[in-house]
């Protein structure tokens, strides 16, 4: 009896061990986007659209991936809709725009597998062999961990659509390796929100100063 409590009780610190990591990789929860510093909200539009920057230590304890190493500032994407019809997002484009106009679009999934496995290169691309024998070509291959290509394939922005009084939301990775200070007087333009009758919403600009600068209030 006495053994099969002890194997009992070790049982339940290991689901608890187990829940409590996987707590621990996923990020927290999403809010409405007017309650992030970095948002643009177009109230006649009743639709509200945020950028939270994860460029810290404490907000980026739950990737597996060093994004920063890697070159890569991860930004999670609220959008919300206080309207009482969906929006249609499947022409959403998002740039971000440096203090020197330099416009960079969102990594893809590739983009990023080939900067953290250090490839230079697919590995799929036309032979570059210039003799007119062709040589057998390689196969693409990624040199990523499991978790890692797990975590950037499901934290993307993947919504196509926001529901009446709903927020969505995921990660955007921009391209800013030697890119000084690239938050700096840099700001975020968001595109292509369509209502659902189709017609498109005005563009939403975000300042990233106003996450750069922003102060919680006092307690």
């Known amino acids: 009896m006495a053994a099969f409590c002890s194997v009992l009780t070790l049982l339940v610190v290991l689901v608890s061990a187990a829940a409590a990591k996987d707590k621990e990789s996923a990020p927290p929860k999403a809010y409405h986007a007017k309650t992030y510093p970095a948002h643009d909200a177009h109230d006649q539009e009743k639709?509200?659209?945020?950028?939270?920057?994860?460029?810290?230590?404490?907000?980026?304890?739950?990737?597996?991936?060093?994004?920063?190493?890697?070159?890569?500032?991860p930004m999670r994407l609220m959008i919300?809709?206080?309207?009482?019809?969906?929006?249609?997002l499947t022409d959403l484009k998002v740039e971000l725009i440096t203090?020197?106009?330099?416009?960079i679009e969102p990594a893809t999934p590739d983009d990023?597998?080939?900067?953290?496995?250090?490839?230079?290169r697919r590995g799929d691309e036309a032979s570059?062999?210039?003799?007119?024998?062709?040589?057998?070509?390689?196969?693409?291959?990624?040199s990523v961990s499991r978790e890692a290509e797990a975590e950037i394939e499901s934290s993307g922005f993947l919504a196509k659509a926001v529901e009446p009084h709903a927020t969505q939301a995921g990660f955007l990775y921009f391209?800013?390796?030697?890119?000084?200070?690239?938050?700096?007087?840099?700001?975020?333009?968001?595109?292509?929100?369509r209502a659902s009758e189709g017609q498109e919403l005005m563009y939403f600009e975000i300042?990233?100063?106003?996450?750069l600068t922003y102060k919680p209030p006092a307690h």
């Not at 203090?99 to 416009?103: Q, W």
Request: charged share 25%; glycine share 6%; net charge positive.
């Open 175 to 193: 391209d800013v390796q030697g890119i000084e200070n690239p938050m700096h007087g840099a700001r975020l333009y968001v595109s292509g929100i």
């Open 207 to 211: 300042p990233l100063e106003k996450y």
């Open 128 to 142: 570059r062999n210039p003799l007119p024998i062709p040589l057998p070509r390689r196969t693409a291959k990624r």
């Open 99 to 103: 203090v020197n106009k330099v416009k």
């Open 80 to 88: 919300s809709n206080d309207g009482e019809a969906p929006l249609v």
């Open 112 to 120: 990023i597998y080939r900067r953290i496995a250090r490839q230079g």
């Open 47 to 73: 639709v509200t659209v945020a950028v939270d920057p994860h460029d810290m230590p404490d907000k980026t304890y739950f990737f597996t991936v060093n994004y920063k190493k890697a070159g890569f500032l």
